[in-house]
């Protein structure tokens, strides 16, 4: 069955940077692109970018440029997330979901998702 | 950036009733494209509708979604003991926002 299956939780410092993988199995890796989501204690969901798994062409969310980078290995149907300079209010669970390989659409398969917690 | 509001913040309704759910957009979404997600508590999201009104694979009739513009709907026709839930619309026609979420509770 189609899934994917994203790496263990995490504690940072400040400052520090975190990478969460999200293994994809079910389905041709490289026909879809892979977006990542967070989502704060007791918050709602922010988008955080998108990565074509095809070229590996990517869109990341305005607030979060420079701080993320989004990659692909298509050799092991993984996708990364990688978020520099960490601070406290980055601490949320992590969530990588399919999505089309043409732009960031609508999310059709998630993960579980990853808890990233920063502090020192 | 497009911004989405959801209304109600939280709705309680007893099972078999009928959910009503909004989703206003502070400017047009293009091509109607709105999706809707469930999430219950320690999950993850579950795609509902895309596109305003195509339901997922696997989702039952019982959720349908409609709209366009910047008005849109979610509706729960009788809810099952099981779509007690958060419930957040998302617009990916010019980047991508979500809305804050609608609680149903049971009441």
């Known amino acids: 069955q189609v899934q994917l299956v994203q790496s263990g939780a995490e504690v940072k410092k400040p400052g520090a940077s975190v990478k969460v993988s999200c293994k994809a199995s079910g389905y041709t890796f490289t026909s879809y692109g892979i977006s990542w989501v967070r989502q704060a204690p007791g918050q709602g969901l922010e988008w955080m970018g998108w990565i074509s798994a095809y070229n590996g062409n990517t869109n990341y969310a305005q607030k979060l440029q420079g701080r993320v980078t989004m990659t692909t290995d298509t050799s092991t149907s993984t996708a990364y997330m990688e978020l520099r300079s960490l601070r406290s209010d980055d601490t949320a669970v992590y969530y990588c979901?399919?999505?089309?390989?043409?732009?960031?659409?609508?999310?059709?398969?998630w993960g579980k998702g990853t808890t990233v917690t920063v502090s020192s | 950036e497009i911004v989405l509001t959801q209304s109600p913040g939280t709705l309680s309704l007893s099972p078999g009733e009928r959910a009503t759910l909004s989703c206003r957009a502070s400017q047009s979404v293009s091509s109607s494209y709105l999706a809707w997600y469930q999430q219950k508590p320690g999950q993850a999201p579950r795609l509902l509708i895309y596109g305003a009104s195509s339901r997922a694979t696997g989702i039952p009739d019982r959720f349908s979604g409609s709209g366009s513009g910047t008005d849109f709907t979610l509706t729960i026709s009788r809810l099952e003991p099981e779509d007690f839930a958060v419930y957040y619309c998302q617009q990916y026609g010019s980047s991508q926002t979500f809305g804050q979420g609608t609680k149903v509770e049971i009441k």
């Open positions: 979901a399919r999505n089309s390989n043409y732009g960031p659409y609508y999310m059709d398969v």
